[in-house]
């Protein structure tokens, strides 16, 4: 019981985080290295200037940051972690162009073989994991998503959300496969555990 009341804890921060960072196309920073062998002292100044982050506007959150830096004497590890945080964004950003442009395409290759009636369903679920297999994986989980989304009956077609944090482990793409096909008459290979 209590086991169940931390997972659902855990799982409603984890939806919490997601909610608020979902649609963030800037990253936030880790701190947590440059903040490593400072006095403590530093590290106290440092973390009153993240408490109040979600209040203030980020310019002012920037310079307390740099006048901070300033006085401990830290100005080059933080320019250096800024700096690499505005690469990863540009680098989020250029990902989501990338998928926006090739995502009708996408979605019209899935949706093309997946309407094919010349092709069993197993031919059809090899040609789209090769399809998805083929593609940025970025890509591969925006198509999926949205055709799951706009198609919810299609979900084993076109998804594997499933993963090792998923409360139902033990269902998978390949199980409900090897149920379909055995139940077709299909040959098949011994069943992972």
């Avoid at 659902?8 to 903040?35: E, G, N, V, W």
């Avoid at 100005?75 to 090739?102: C, F, G, R, W, Y």
Wanted: charged share 20%.
């Amino acid at each position: 019981m209590i086991f169940q009341y931390f997972t659902i804890i855990a799982i409603f921060i984890m939806m919490h985080q997601a909610k608020a960072q979902c649609c963030d196309p800037i990253p936030t920073p880790s701190y947590s290295r440059m903040l490593r062998g400072i006095p403590r002292e530093a590290r106290r100044a440092f973390r009153e200037i993240r408490r109040k982050e979600y209040l203030l506007p980020r310019s002012e959150v920037r310079a307390k940051m740099m006048d901070w830096a300033k006085k401990y004497n830290m100005t080059s590890e933080l320019d250096a972690l800024l700096k690499q945080n505005a690469e990863t964004a540009q680098q989020i950003q250029t990902t989501i162009h990338m998928v926006i442009q090739q995502l009708p395409d996408f979605i019209t290759r899935v949706n093309t073989i997946a309407t094919n009636m010349s092709l069993s369903l197993d031919q059809v679920n090899n040609n789209i994991e090769q399809l998805r297999n083929s593609v940025n994986a970025s890509l591969r989980e925006a198509g999926c998503f949205i055709v799951s989304n706009a198609n919810p009956s299609l979900y084993w077609d076109y998804s594997n959300y499933y993963s090792n944090y998923d409360l139902y482990g033990s269902i998978n793409d390949y199980n409900m496969n090897y149920r379909r096909k055995r139940s077709a008459g299909h040959p098949l290979r011994p069943l992972k555990s």
